[in-house]
Nanobody, 124 residues
Framework: QVQLVESGGGLVQAGGSLRLSCAAS????????MGWFRQAPGKEREFVAAISWSGGTTYYADSVKGRFAISRDNAKNMVYLQMNSLEPEDTAVYYC?????????????????WGQGTQVTVSS
């Protein structure tokens, strides 16, 4: 089992950057595929990015491709989401998630563990 705690959210102007962090507990962190999801008010939670256990494979939603970058540090049990060129449409609560199944499946139901979320607000 793994517990996840996100941090790094905040208020930023359009065009700015933020880096989200997710701290994971558990000795088997390096076995987990890690993902980031987001949920805007009145909308369903949607996939943002995922990274394989080794960090060698990443996937991104089309809406963030080229602007966001997911990375992980298995020695520190951390996963990050670097967000650049932020837009007001990126405003949402961002969630860190973990699973033991394949990285290619981006559905939220494929993830087993979730953090509590961190708010990102992008002003125009």
């Amino acid at each position: 089992q793994v517990q996840l705690v996100e941090s790094g959210g905040g208020l930023v102007q359009a065009g700015g950057s933020l880096r989200l962090s997710c701290a994971a507990s558990g000795r088997t962190f390096s076995s987990y595929v890690m993902g980031w999801f987001r949920q805007a008010p009145g909308k369903e939670r949607e996939f943002v990015a995922a990274i394989s256990w080794s960090g060698g494979t990443t996937y991104y939603a089309d809406s963030v491709k080229g602007r966001f970058a997911i990375s992980r540090d298995n020695a520190k049990n951390m996963v990050y989401l670097q967000m650049n060129s932020l837009e007001p449409e990126d405003t949402a609560v961002y969630y860190c998630a973990a699973k033991l199944t394949g990285v290619r499946s981006t559905g939220r139901d494929s993830y087993d563990y979730w953090g509590q979320g961190t708010q990102v607000t992008v002003s125009s």
